[in-house]
């Protein structure tokens, strides 16, 4: 964990600004967790009011806001701009740095995040192996024994993206009696998330069957019945399911995602979709948030989306709270930030 030294000339009351009002327990818990500390303030703004009020706060938690060197430009108070989460994929990182703001993450391994969204993904996985559109029809119509479904038990798994969530993905799948293949870019010790060992040789002994680089990826796709993302939205990642990919999978295999809706391409995952090809998608995020409720997509009895959910529990959710929490009392303190990754 990077740490910096938190200073704040403002002695009275320490602001912290949430944008948005989605995602509602983020600013709800962690104005509980510091409902003692009346010189912390916590407030959230609608997202097009952010430019006009964060000339007022310390810490902003962006959330889904965009945060572009127009904006940061006008945080002149700002100490630190962080995610409730580890998305920071809307942060312009080096406007930032030039305005001396510290730009964090909150690392999903130590907060239950990952798990919560690895449970997500084995959610959506059992919904479509299981055909919940079909199940819910059915019990509408008081049908017993239908539909037929599918178990995960004997299925191969592709991870694409082994951090934090892949990890924690690995381990709940393996009691299922799957085969799991994992792609990373780089399988190094100093690589490994938090909770991880490294006393085998990689690290990651026993948790996978078969791993690779991005070079293996279509080979991959090509063997897994289910293919879930977990990889961090980058410039090189954005768009990475595309058609090229969809077409190396199996004809009826499975699509799910509980990263970044950005990293599949929309035009070619319909398309899949409408073919056939395509098995099955779960979605916990989308190209665009809120998404349409009458896009296409929606519209096949193979394709499951929740509401961008996956690391929204309890626990996960009281623990980025005391991050944030504890990041504000720190800064009020003059003390070093600690429990967050600082990536500039």
């Not at 009351?13 to 500390?37: D, M, P």
């Not at 539909?147 to 798994?157: F, I, M, Q, Y």
């Not at 009696?177 to 010790?189: D, F, M, N």
């Amino acid at each position: 964990m990077a740490e910096v030294t938190a200073e704040n000339g403002y002695n009275h009351i320490t602001r912290v600004l949430f944008c948005g009002f989605y995602w509602s327990a983020s600013q709800k818990y962690t104005r509980e967790y510091l409902q003692n500390y009346p010189f912390i303030q916590i407030d959230e703004v609608a997202l097009d009011d952010v430019p006009d009020v964060i000339d007022k706060y310390h810490i902003c938690v962006v959330k889904n806001r965009r945060m572009d060197s127009k904006v940061i430009a006008k945080a002149v108070q700002m100490k630190l701009i962080m995610q409730f989460g580890v998305g920071l994929e809307g942060v312009d990182i080096d406007a930032a740095t030039r305005h001396k703001i510290k730009v964090a993450r909150i690392p999903g391994s130590v907060t239950g995040n990952s798990a919560s969204c690895a449970e997500m993904a084995i959610y959506l996985m059992l919904g479509l192996l299981r055909k919940q559109k079909e199940m819910d029809v059915a019990v509408k119509q008081k049908n017993l024994g239908e539909p037929t479904g599918d178990t995960l038990l004997g299925k191969t798994v592709l991870i694409l993206g082994f951090g934090a969530i892949g990890v924690d993905l690995a381990k709940r799948l393996r009691s299922f009696g799957v085969k799991i293949l994992a792609i990373k870019r780089r399988w190094t010790s100093d690589s490994l998330p938090a909770g991880v060992s490294n006393a085998q040789s990689d690290g990651f002994d026993g948790l996978i069957d078969k791993k690779g680089g991005p070079e293996n990826m279509y080979e991959f796709a090509s063997e897994a019945d289910i293919v879930v993302t977990c990889l961090t939205l980058t410039t090189e990642s954005a768009g990475i399911v595309d058609e090229k990919f969809l077409s190396h999978m199996r004809k009826g295999s499975l699509l799910v995602n509980v990263a970044r809706g950005g990293l599949l391409e929309y035009n070619s995952v319909l398309h899949h979709l409408e073919s056939g090809n395509l098995g099955g998608l779960g979605i916990d995020v989308a190209w665009t948030e809120p998404f349409d409720p009458d896009d296409p997509i929606l519209k096949f009895p193979n394709v499951l989306i929740t509401p961008h959910v996956a690391g929204v529990t309890e626990h996960s959710y009281r623990t980025m709270a005391k991050v944030v929490g504890d990041c504000a009392l720190q800064l009020h303190a003059g003390k070093p930030f600690s429990g967050i990754e600082i990536v500039n």
